[in-house]
């Protein structure tokens, strides 16, 4: 499928205008060419990632084409009986509508695919079905999850917003992930919205909308990736027990995580129903059963905490250090493995320049809480090294630009002037 050039330039015409108007995005802070120019950039990385998985090599499995394939009966439908359209998300395709957290035969699998589906669908009525011109709604919507988050973060720090955009807009992998017809974009901008609205609620200046998407997105999140929602909990949790006090933030972390992590280990007595490592195990296997170019040679994790404790350099290797300089095969690898020594960079000069006994705002200890818990489960789980770049670039924005911000890069400048 080609370009339809006229309707695609209009429609991002449109977006764009659109953009310089909306009330939310004026209130960010970020001038209008900027954000319009994050917004095209996004766009034309989105068109880059479908022509990329429609290459002869990539179309059979890529995910991307298979929801525009499966969108077009959907769009028909949509447009012949509306009613049924709607209906048919909550109807099974199996006997049983299967396990909340498996990950085949089951409903709950199948309806985070479905949610991309008929959103397409709908976007298919607008775009005479081509699915290059989708990729302009996709990333529209997007935008407004990571201006949230830009906001957010912004509004604890003076570090320069070009310093803060970067991060979030411009980590190559997630411009790459995050900007295509797929699941990932639409999950970061629903945390970034949750963050925001939760933000509100805690500081009370929230209003009846930022609790209704705070259950909208919070419902999103955990319908796409039901792991990442569960996260949420200790990491929201401890952010509203550490904006209650004005110190000792990192003592609430610390207390709600081990407080969790003991818990977990009660319950996995009770038997394998109960037993949370059970399910972290399940989805190891089912990742040790595909095939792929990319696959790592792990050792097979058991649903036992002895396993779980032997299995965490190779998780912490997997979460945050894959691909190695030896396992580097094509582009996206090299790509991937420069912005883990980028990242790297970015961390020594936190640990070196950043003055630690700083009171650091809740909501970036949490960020950071909250990333790299997803990133340790993904390392758990996760055997191919392709699989890994793709899941960790949704968690890199999330955790890089607190990080980020807490660098005080206004005061490299005067203790150079004092030496």
Not at 165 to 193: N, T, Y
Request: hydrophobic share 55%.
């Amino acid at each position: 499928m080609k370009v339809d050039i006229i309707p695609f330039l209009l429609y991002l015409l449109l977006f764009c205008f659109i953009i310089t108007r909306i009330p939310f995005f004026k209130k960010s802070g970020i001038a209008w060419w900027l954000l319009v120019g994050l917004f095209v950039l996004k766009v034309f990385a989105g068109v880059a990632y479908g022509m990329y998985f429609n290459l002869p090599a990539q179309r059979a499995g890529a995910d991307t084409w298979r929801f525009y394939r499966e969108s077009l009966p959907e769009t028909e439908l949509l447009l012949h009986n509306p009613l049924l359209f709607v209906k048919s998300l909550f109807m099974s395709n199996y006997a049983e509508r299967g396990g909340l957290f498996s990950g085949s035969n089951s409903y709950w699998n199948d309806l985070k695919d479905n949610l991309i589906i008929k959103f397409l669908a709908i976007c298919n009525v607008f775009s005479r079905t081509n699915y290059f011109t989708n990729i302009l709604f996709f990333n529209f919507l997007h935008l407004f999850g990571l201006v949230a988050f830009y906001r957010l973060v912004k509004s604890f720090t003076n570090v320069h917003q070009y310093l803060l955009l970067i991060p979030i807009f411009l980590m190559s992998s997630f411009l790459f992930w995050g900007s295509g017809i797929h699941k990932d974009g639409i999950l970061l901008s629903a945390l970034g919205m949750f963050f925001y609205c939760f933000n509100r609620v805690i500081k009370k200046e929230s209003s009846s909308k930022h609790y209704l998407m705070i259950v909208f997105s919070f419902l999103l999140i955990f319908f796409i990736k039901s792991y990442v929602a569960i996260a949420l909990f200790p990491a929201v949790l401890s952010w509203w027990l550490a904006d209650r006090n004005n110190q000792r933030h990192q003592f609430y972390f610390f207390a709600v995580y081990s407080g969790g992590i003991m818990a977990l280990m009660a319950v996995a007595l009770l038997g394998d129903h109960y037993n949370a490592l059970f399910y972290v195990a399940n989805k190891q296997h089912e990742f040790l059963l595909l095939k792929g170019n990319s696959a790592i040679n792990v050792p097979t994790l058991l649903p036992t905490i002895e396993s779980v404790m032997h299995y965490l350099p190779t998780a912490i290797d997997v979460a945050l250090i894959r691909p190695h300089i030896s396992e580097i095969k094509n582009i996206a690898y090299i790509m991937a493995f420069g912005e883990t020594l980028l990242n790297a960079g970015i961390f020594i000069a936190f640990w070196f320049l950043a003055k630690h006994k700083r009171l650091r705002p809740p909501f970036y200890i949490c960020c950071i809480y909250f990333a790299l818990s997803v990133l340790l489960m993904d390392g758990y789980t996760v055997t191919f090294t392709g699989a890994i770049v793709r899941y960790r670039s949704l968690m890199l924005p999330i955790l890089m630009t607190p990080i980020v911000a807490m660098i005080p890069f206004s005061s490299i400048g005067k203790e150079k002037k004092r030496v």
